[in-house]
Antibody, heavy 119, light 107 residues
């Protein structure tokens, strides 16, 4: 059974960098598929942030691309998100998920982690 | 980016009702569409992919149809467990986008 778990600080100060890690169990990232990040502001809809392949190939949401970096550590079976220069608008529940392809559905999701941007 | 528009944004229905949710794409996405169900405080759950394929383990009362720019999610007989918010997602392009969501409420 594939499981994903997000981890990282729940509170980030404005202008700083948000950093989250997703740990995958039950499946080796090196075996394939893309791995993505999606966020959901409180009471709002879903927004795809970006996805990464085990080789390091990435696709980002054009509206966030200038601030986003997604990386992968196959030795730890983890992938990570960094979002720079955050503002209150970046307050959201952040989900990691398995992305069947670079352009694909998300079939397994983490439980999500709330990140609040506030001083 | 391809814009996804769902309607209605909120739907009130009773147990046993047939429910239909619509998702429209701003340009043709062939059949590259998925539907998700999300309950409060939980991650979305994949229901339908490639517009009409049922994900393993999802009850057969859920069905999807459509191609091009117009798609529907139908729940044939609404059950108490189905009250939730539903999202569509296109994956025709490498810039993935979701619809705004449809909340199915108890009438």
């Amino acid at each position: 059974q594939v499981q994903l778990q997000e981890s990282g600080p729940g509170l980030v100060k404005p202008s700083e960098t948000l950093s989250l890690t997703c740990t995958v169990s039950g499946y080796s990232i090196s075996s394939g598929y893309y791995w993505g990040w999606i966020r959901q502001p409180p009471g709002k809809g879903l927004e795809w942030i970006g996805s990464i392949y085990h080789s390091g190939s990435t696709y980002y949401n054009p509206s966030l691309k200038s601030r986003v970096t997604i990386s992968v550590d196959t030795s730890k079976n983890q992938f990570s998100l960094k979002l720079s220069s955050v503002t209150a608008a970046d307050t959201a529940v952040y989900y990691c998920a398995r992305n069947i392809a670079a352009a694909g559905k998300f079939d397994y999701w983490g439980q999500g982690t709330l990140v609040t941007v506030s001083s | 980016d391809i814009q996804m528009t769902q309607s209605p944004s909120t739907l009130s229905a009773s147990v046993g009702d047939r429910v239909t949710i619509t998702c429209r794409a701003s340009q043709s996405i062939s059949s590259w569409l998925a539907w998700y169900q999300q309950k409060p405080g939980k991650a979305p759950k994949l229901l339908i992919y490639k517009a009409s394929s049922l994900e393993s383990g999802v009850p057969s009362r859920f069905s999807g149809s459509g191609s091009g720019t117009e798609f529907t999610l139908t729940i044939s007989s609404l059950q108490p467990d189905d009250f939730a918010t539903y999202y569509c997602q296109q994956y025709n392009s490498y810039s993935l986008t979701f619809g705004g969501g449809t909340k199915v409420e108890i009438k």
